[in-house]
Antibody, heavy 116, light 107 residues
């Protein structure tokens, strides 16, 4: 059974940093592209970033470019999102998801709250 | 970036009704269009990929069509468990965008 479990969310002050993790199991993690998608409270889905299967290629939404870094450790079956210079508008549930063109598996999400 | 619009933003329908949601892309995206269902407090679930392909295990009352810039998602006979928000999503080269969502509830 495919499982994606996010962790690392919490309350952080504006300008602070946080690292999210997504532990994967039940599939060959090293063969799949991975993504982060976020959803602000009561709002829609917003794609944040993606990384290819070996970690050699990444892309970001304009709203997070230069502040967020996606990475992966295929030996540990884990995806990461390093978030720096956090802003109030980054407050959201962050989901990791598998896929290249579409997202066939999702985690349960982890809440990030940016507030003083 | 490619912009996605969806209509309507919300709808109410009776059990058994046919429900149709449209999604329009700001430029040609071929068939790189997917549909998701999200229930409150849950992660989204993939229903349709590449515009018209039903994901494994998804009931056949869900369907999708279209190509280029105009796409349609249909529930042929609305069931109580279909109450959710539905999102379209496009893939363009390295960027992905979602539509704003359509909230579906029971009349």
């Amino acid at each position: 059974e495919v499982q994606l479990v996010e962790s690392g969310g919490g309350l952080v002050q504006p300008g602070g940093s946080l690292r999210l993790s997504c532990a994967a199991s039940g599939f060959t993690f090293s063969s799949y592209w991975m993504h982060w998608v976020r959803q602000a409270p009561g709002k829609g889905l917003v794609w944040v970033s993606r990384i290819n299967s070996d970690g050699s290629s990444t892309s970001y939404a304009d709203s997070v470019k230069g502040r967020f870094t996606i990475s992966r450790d295929n030996a540990k079956n884990t995806l990461y999102l390093q978030m720096n210079s956090l802003r109030a508008e980054d407050t959201a549930v962050y989901y990791c998801a598998t896929g290249a063109y579409y997202f066939d598996y999702w985690g349960q999400g982890t809440l990030v709250t940016v507030s003083s | 970036d490619i912009q996605m619009t969806q209509s309507p933003s919300s709808l109410s329908a009776s059990v058994g009704d046919r429900v149709t949601i449209t999604c329009q892309a700001s430029q040609d995206i071929s068939n790189y269009l997917n549909w998701y269902q999200q229930k409150p407090g849950k992660a989204p679930k993939l229903l349709i990929y590449d515009a018209s392909n039903l994901e494994t295990g998804v009931p056949s009352r869900f369907s999708g069509s279209g190509s280029g810039t105009d796409f349609t998602f249909t529930i042929s006979s609305l069931q109580p468990e279909d109450i959710a928000t539905y999102y379209c999503q496009q893939y363009d080269n390295l960027r992905i965008t979602f539509g704003p969502g359509t909230k579906v509830d029971i009349k």
